[in-house]
Nanobody, 120 residues
């Protein structure tokens, strides 16, 4: 059974940094695009950053220059380095990945989320 598990969330002061990790586990043929989304209270879920299996990256405008997404294919893990954090970055951060359980089909998977709280 495939699952994604996030870690690294917590409480940090404005201007500080956090590094989120998301590891995929279970039987799988391969992992395609991976990414991070976030959802704050009263807001809809929004894309933060994505990275393809070959390293192509896209960022949301509100995190450009502050966040860095990366992945380690050998460890089936995607990371999000968050620097210069702002109170408005406070949200639950979710990991997303497209995973091939077989060579011919892929499905989207979501982690349970990790809380990031930035105090002023």
């Amino acid at each position: 059974q495939v699952q994604l598990v996030e870690s690294g969330g917590g409480l940090v002061q404005a201007g500080g940094s956090l590094r989120l990790s998301c590891a995929a586990s279970g039987r799988m043929f391969g992992i395609g695009s991976m990414g991070w989304y976030r959802q704050a209270p009263g807001k809809q879920r929004e894309l933060v950053a994505t990275i393809t299996s070959t390293g192509t990256i896209n960022y949301a405008d509100f995190v450009k220059g502050r966040f860095t997404i990366s992945r380690d294919n050998a460890k089936n893990t995607v990371y999000l380095q968050m620097d210069s954090l702002k109170p408005e970055d406070t949200a639950v951060y979710f990991c997303n990945a497209y995973i091939n359980r077989t060579p011919s089909s892929a499905n989207a998977y979501w982690g349970q989320g990790t809380q990031v709280t930035v105090s002023s």
